[in-house]
């Protein structure tokens, strides 16, 4: 089974900035659609960004202009940069590979921010 293991979060204050990385334990991300999803509390998992095999990105609304997506096929890894955090930024985020056959996600990291 393929693995995803998230890393770089923590607590930081508002206006201050992450860059989450999510290491695959093969080569899938050359191969599918890479995402980032974010849970608060009481909330529903949502769509933060997305990089697909094109190289394609697309992103929620809350977080344009301030979070970037992107891919290292060598390293086998995704990323988030994200940039101007905010308060509402606070959940646990997710990273997610889809293939044409298989959908992996990872355990997730929290990121907190706190005003």
């Known amino acids: 089974q393929v693995q995803l293991v998230e890393s770089g979060g923590g607590s930081v204050q508002a206006g201050g900035s992450l860059r989450l990385s999510c290491v695959a334990s093969e080569s899938i991300f050359s191969f599918g659609t890479g995402d980032w999803y974010r849970q608060a509390p009481g909330n529903q998992r949502d769509l933060v960004a997305r990089v697909t095999k094109d190289g394609s990105t697309t992103y929620a609304d809350s977080v344009k202009g301030r979070f970037t997506i992107s891919r290292d096929n060598a390293k086998k890894t995704i990323y988030l940069q994200m940039n101007n955090l905010k308060p509402e930024d606070t959940a646990v985020y997710l990273c997610?590979?889809?293939?044409?056959?298989?959908?992996?996600w990872g355990r997730g990291t929290q990121v907190t921010v706190s005003s």
């Open positions: 997610r590979c889809a293939t044409l056959t298989n959908t992996y």
